[in-house]
């Protein structure tokens, strides 16, 4: 965005929608004590923070931009309002927010099937990014991993539809190649 000074390429939804993940799994991890979670999903949200700015930065359309991050703070902060006030207690909030969790993790890794199906339907990977790909297979399996070992479904059970996406996606890479004159390289090994 900072190098072409646009936003025309790039969907701002999934950024504020990976701030609002980051800021869940936050309070999850304060309420439930968790140092790991707390530093990993402050750093997250700092930066998606810092990503939603830019993008309000290089926007021609900033009020739509600002609506958008408004109503999704405003339905957050009735969350928090909601497990902090209405709930008070910390194992029904540990599971409620949990599942809150789980579930907007589970959306934000079935979120891309709809570009499976472009994919297919043209042969082509072109809207797809490797790179991307690999850090969500990463990432989504540390998670995995370390839900299984704190044996924390709320942790581990949302990340495994990011392995599967994962593996659909490298396997569409395989079937139908991207073609060399990309914009961008691939990883190499």
Request: glycine letters at 6%; proline letters at 4%; one cysteine or more.
């Amino acid at each position: 965005m900072q190098m072409t000074r646009s936003v025309d390429s790039v969907q701002f939804l999934p950024f504020l929608t990976t701030d609002i993940n980051n800021l869940s799994w936050l309070s999850y991890g304060v309420l439930k004590g968790d140092g790991t979670l707390i530093v990993v999903n402050a750093v997250g949200a700092v930066l998606q923070t810092l990503y939603i700015l830019v993008y309000l930065h290089y926007s021609p359309q900033k009020r739509a931009v600002l609506l958008q991050t408004a109503t999704l703070l405003g339905v957050l902060l009735i969350g928090y309002g909601y497990f902090w006030l209405l709930v008070p207690d910390l194992e029904a909030q540990l599971q409620q927010l949990g599942l809150f969790c789980s579930v907007f993790t589970i959306s934000m890794y079935l979120s891309p099937l709809a570009d499976l199906a472009k994919v297919i339907q043209t042969k082509s990977t072109q809207c797809l990014s490797f790179s991307l790909t690999i850090a969500t297979l990463l990432t989504s399996s540390s998670w995995s991993l370390y839900g299984f070992r704190l044996k924390d479904p709320y942790i581990m059970v949302p990340n495994l539809p990011g392995i599967l996406t994962s593996f659909i996606r490298l396997w569409l890479f395989w079937k139908y190649p991207q073609k060399q004159d990309r914009n961008y390289r691939l990883l190499q090994t």
